[in-house]
């Protein structure tokens, strides 16, 4: 029977994969490259690390899973949250192995907090703030405290103490490869371990060239010591939920709403969106996906339910002159991204931004266009993956969404019925 390891490395670029490669910095990945089984994908909209996790443990557009971005809003009472592993309501890759009476260990994928009970081990990922409540089974917590195990870095520290952000990425992926190291010799069929930290130094640092290459440098050493300890039975499947960019700047949608008469506050300075007037017609939250203040739905809707197209098509037609004006890529509805159960919740329109211009809410703000600490942004067409041994569909032809078919197809399990995935392997 065949296994599978999985190593995901969060935010890493097709694009800067070849570029470092090129100059020498990554010798043990261009190892790994065959021809057809390396290729550039595309993520999902909007392009956040736990929406594209969500579709791809699930095999499913968000509209069917439920997860549609890092905040998300209960309409009525209105309230922000932090989405986690209780909100995707979709069953995962490890759920559906587990239920073919098959095995898997999986370390810090985002979205699996807290952790499901799963037929072997999970660890959850960066939404978990302690390492015993995010471990199953619970035994396991005290093996990895010893083996220097760390769910995430601190990314303000990049801020406010480099040298003391740098030696937790390094500490945290000497435990990555520990954890293999330490659990590898269990029984298992599907065994994935996440990297987070390129993330946390995409956002920081994607625009100072040596540290990027220094940082990828270990990378690449890191990932030569995970494959010392990954069985020759085991095919390796290698990928990123999304690319990265330099921001030039970013783009404040809330202000930009409240401009064109969209957006109206109870206050003169609005501090968030709880101070919304009900007369209001549509709001954002990040990055770029704009709600309705319909009636029945929002807790102070305005808009009667008869009039949504009209009105949606309204508000389509004012933010096409972003379009036109190179601010924004394109104005999406959700039925043209999304379908499934949960389709009502997910956001009336979205914006596909343009890579270098970074859309945020910016509700407090006044002016349309700024910059912040953040120096790096996600980007939807420049995902990568690298599975061994395999032929890939041609670049960009998928989507993360796509994958979990040809991981089930691999480990012998028949997909499920509801699962949209239609396969990576050519």
């Known amino acids: 029977m065949k296994r599978l390891f999985i190593l995901s490395i969060d935010g890493v670029p097709y694009s800067l994969l070849t570029s470092l490669i090129e100059m020498g910095v990554m010798p043990f990945f261009k190892s790994l490259i065959t021809d057809k089984g390396f290729r550039r994908y595309n993520s999902v909209l909007p392009t956040i690390s736990s929406v594209a996790w969500a579709s791809f443990m699930t095999g499913k557009n968000p509209g069917a899973h439920g997860i549609f971005g890092f905040i998300d809003r209960r309409p009525s009472p209105f309230t922000l949250y932090l989405p986690t592993g209780k909100n995707l309501r979709a069953k995962t890759l490890f759920e559906i192995v587990s239920d073919a009476g098959k095995r898997t260990i999986c370390f810090n994928v985002p979205m699996t907090t807290p952790p499901r009970k799963v037929n072997g081990i999970m660890v959850s990922g960066f939404l978990s703030t302690k390492l015993h409540s995010a471990v199953h089974p619970p035994e396991i917590a005290q093996k990895l405290e010893y083996i220097g195990y760390i769910i995430d870095v601190d990314p303000s520290l990049a801020l406010k103490d480099e040298s003391a952000f740098w030696k937790q990425v390094h500490n945290a992926l000497e435990g990555r490869k520990n954890a293999v190291k330490t659990f590898i010799g269990q029984e298992w069929d599907l065994f994935m371990l996440h990297i987070m930290e390129t993330d946390r130094v995409n956002h920081f640092y994607i625009h100072e060239h040596e540290k990027i290459r220094s940082f990828y440098q270990e990378l690449d050493h890191c990932i030569k010591g995970i494959f010392e300890y990954i069985p020759d039975d085991a095919d390796v499947l290698l990928l990123s939920d999304h690319g990265f960019c330099s921001i030039e700047k970013e783009f404040y949608v809330n202000p930009y709403l409240s401009r064109k008469g969209l957006l109206k506050f109870k206050v003169e300075n609005p501090k968030s969106l709880n101070e919304m007037d009900p007369s209001t017609t549509a709001y954002s939250l990040i990055p770029g996906r704009i709600y309705l203040n319909l009636r029945g739905r929002e807790e102070m809707g305005s808009i009667p339910q008869g009039d949504y197209s009209r009105v949606r098509n309204e508000v389509v037609d004012i933010l096409e002159e972003l379009v036109d004006n190179g601010i924004i890529k394109k104005v999406w509805l959700k039925e043209e991204l999304y379908s499934g159960p949960f389709l009502d919740e997910a956001p009336d329109i979205i914006l596909e931004p343009i890579e270098g211009i970074d859309i945020k809410e910016g509700t407090n703000r006044k002016e349309l266009f700024g910059k912040s600490s953040i120096k790096g942004m996600h980007t939807l067409e420049d995902a990568f993956i690298l599975w061994t ?22 480990l012998g399990i028949e997909r499920p019925s509801d699962m949209e995935a239609s396969g990576c392997i050519k």
Do not use: Q
Not at 389 to 410: M, P, Q, Y
């Open 389 to 410: 041994g395999k032929e890939l569909k041609k670049n960009n032809s998928f989507s993360i969404i796509d994958i979990a078919t040809s991981i089930l197809e691999e």
